[in-house]
Structure formats: C-alpha cells, structure tokens
C-alpha cells in the first residue's frame, strides 16, 4: 500500500494499435473501388481516433499517424486516376451542373464516402491552429489535383469557376445603379467608366486572407458585368499601420497570422484565388451559350494594377495577370513563397514567360526583390513613375486601354501565352503540391513559431523569409 507522499510514474501512455494492412487494389469498377475505399477510410479514421490530438502524439504516435495517412491517401489517389471522369459526372450531373469547388468538395464528401474529409471532421480542423490540425485538406487535395489532371473535368471545373458568383449577382443591380459597392476589404467605385477596385485591409497592409478573396472576385465579377466599366484599376489603400500610416500599400501577400491560426483555407483561400479572381480577371467571366451572347464565349476587360511601396507574393502574383503595370518610385516586388515554404501561385509558370528563367528562379527560389527603379523591374511592371503620381498613371493608363480593339487583342495574347490547357495541367500539379506544403514539418515549424506573433518577416528583409512580408507584422 502506498504511504502519504508517495509519487508515482506517470502511467504509460499505451502502444498504439497496429497500423492499418496493406490498402486494397483498385480493380477499375467504380462501385467496388468506392466501397473499398470507403471501407479502408473509415478503418483508418477509426485508428486516428484512437490517438490523441495531433498535438499531444509522443513520437511513436505521430509515426502511428503518418503510417495511417500514407496508404490511406495513396488509395485516394490511385482511385482518383482510375476514376476521375466517373467522380466528375457523379458530383455534377454528368457535367450538367457547375458547382463551385467548395460545393464540389461537400458533395465528394458525402455522395463518395472516404475520398475527402467530412463537414464534422472540416469543421473540428478549424478550431485548430495550423500546426495542430490532422491535415485533412491533403485529401481535398487529391480531389482537386485528379479533377484537374482530366482535360474534360479540369476544364468544366474551371469554366464553372467563371461563371460570376451568387453575390455578385444580388449587388450587380444596387451597383449599376449607385457605381458603388463597400464589400468589407474591397471598395468599388465607377467613376468616368472605369472601375476603381480598392483593398481595404491596412490593418495588415493589404494581406490575403479568405475574406479578402471572396471581396476580390465579387469586384471583380461587379467590374466584368456592369456594361458601364470599360477597365479595371485595382489598388491598395491607405494604412493605419503606425510604420506606414498615410501611405498606400498594394499587398503584403499571405497573411501569415491567418495561416498561423488555421484560418487560411486550401479550398476557400488558396484554390479560390487562383480559379477566382485572378482567373477572371485573365480570362473573364464565362458567359451562357445563348444566340444573344453570340459571338462572344467571355466577357473581358483590360485590367490595370496601381503598385504603392510594395507588392509581395500574391500582390506580385495578380500583377502577372494585369495589362499594365504601373509602380511608385519607391515600390518593389518580391515572391517569397519558397521561404515561407509553399508554392507562389501560378508564378511558377507565368514569371518565366515575362523575366526568364534566371531571374524567376532567383526571385521564386531565392527570394530576390526587384526594386521598381532597377532595369529589370521593366519585365513586371510597365511604368515607374514618382510616388505621387501613381493614381494619375494608372488613370491614364486605363482610359488608353478602354478602346473597342483592346479586348480582342488582349484575349488572343493570352491564348498564345497561356493556353487554357496548359493553365489547367499547371493547376492540376498545383493543387497537390500546395496542399502538401500546406502542411510540411518545415511549414508547421513556422506557422507553429515565428509566424504566431506576426513578427517574423520585415520591409528590410532581416525576417525568417527573406524576402520579407511586412503584412506578418501587423499582429493580426
């Protein structure tokens, strides 16, 4: 019997169970392969359950975890590649339905058990920070990377992404009307037909979060369908942020505290802009087969970006979109992604085409800026003018772009640059591989450290990243 004061050993924490047998083959029917899949999902969510939350796992359970996912998500991808045509007609109707990518993964979720994670497992990841999650947006991830990789469901996926969304359709009237839509972070104004889009985060210097990329694509949906707009001018605001109050600010890229505290959606976040916004303002907005909208399969406009101080990943990633590019004296540019650990985008396939291949890989790989002052700062933006004069350029710029031919031309440029299938295999890699970085040791370690006080990276580049993200800094 134990005497008062007596300390006893922790118990031991038990041995975690087995990992799961070796995944089943795919056999090529449909019905057989789901329900196995289903099956051996379902054993191996039963096995993750038995651990505890990701961030209270000793080592031997973190490795009991990994060696649940891996075959786990190996079968989803195998089934994919033997399935995607089947899954694509199955969540849209043989292709008579265009849901979005975030209805198209809800659906997945329960029309095709096992293959992405459910609302309940979503919805228990969001209440985690970054480093504590189980990383179930991976399995979304292979949803999307299959979906792409087919040129037929790639491309009604990304058609259906055109398509302008549900918001923008409620506000499109109020907006014709008044020439003005306050959308949270983003302010649109009409004014002498071109459209004014404004971000509106200066508490953050302009970072990217989910909210900012539903206000972008529902500007730029407003822009692209008011007959009154004839191009497009977007530019960041003036911060309050005491290290530039009064200034403007085009973006600070990724906002880092989100992603710090698992706020940053693969779905909503990083697929979203890419086959959102950006997209449309590339490519336009998809317009219906009908004999009144004949000859034209897209409505287009010529797109004009004003860079104040500085554009860091995702703000240098739209300008690669834009028609023209003009940049205060004082402004630089920079993709630091690589050093944060992800992927910049699409970068990765449009920089090259506008720097070459040396500069893109010393600008995506080693983090270097271009100052708008320097030559080579010619091949991102068109025009480096004083500080002051940034808006008055940019205003120019846009009524030169407004004539009747622009918009045909600009659309045969970007056929011959960007071929809309090479765009879709890119994505289809894309897909995959951000959402594998997403939730890499080397990407945890920061969200999970130096990126939770938003004080990691900074204008003069002494930060984690090299290429710095002052939006970090804004304690978020």
Known sequence: MATAGTVHPPSASPEPAPPLPEPPGITGGFAADASALADYAARAD???????????????????????????????????????????????????????????????????PGLVPTREQLATELTRIQAHKEGREIDQAILFAGLLGSPRAGTHLMESMLRPTSRALSLLDAFRRTGTADLGS??????????????????????????????????VDLALLDDDCHAGILRGTVMTHPRYAGRRVFSAGINLKHLHRGQISYVDFLLRRELGFIHKIKRGLLLDDTPQNWPHHTLEKPWVAAVDTFAIGGGTQILLVIDHVVAGSDAYFSLPAAQEGIVPGVSNLRLTRQTGARAARQIILSGRRIRATEPDARLICDETVHSGDVGPAAARAAEQLAGPAVVANRRMLNLAEEPQDSFRAYLSAFALAQGLRLYSADVLAKVG???????????????????????????R
């Open 186 to 219: 983003v302010l649109i104004e009409r004014m002498a037909g071109i459209a004014h889009l404004e971000i509106r985060n200066p508490h953050c210097l302009n970072a990217e979060d989910n909210k900012l990329a539903e206000d972008l694509e529902t500007a």
């Open 449 to 475: 450290g130096a990126w939770s006080g938003g004080t990691a990276h900074t204008p003069g580049g002494t930060g984690a990243s090299g290429g710095g993200n002052p939006g970090s800094e804004a304690g």
């Open 46 to 112: 039963a096995f993750l359950d038995t651990l505890p939350p990701a961030p209270d796992r000793d080592e031997a359970q973190r490795a009991a975890a990994a060696a649940t996912h891996r075959p786990t998500r190996w079968l989803r991808s195998r089934f994919m590649a033997a399935h995607t045509e089947h899954v694509h007609d199955s969540l849209t109707d043989g292709g008579g339905d265009r849901p979005r990518i975030d209805v198209l993964a809800a659906r997945a979720a329960t029309e095709i």
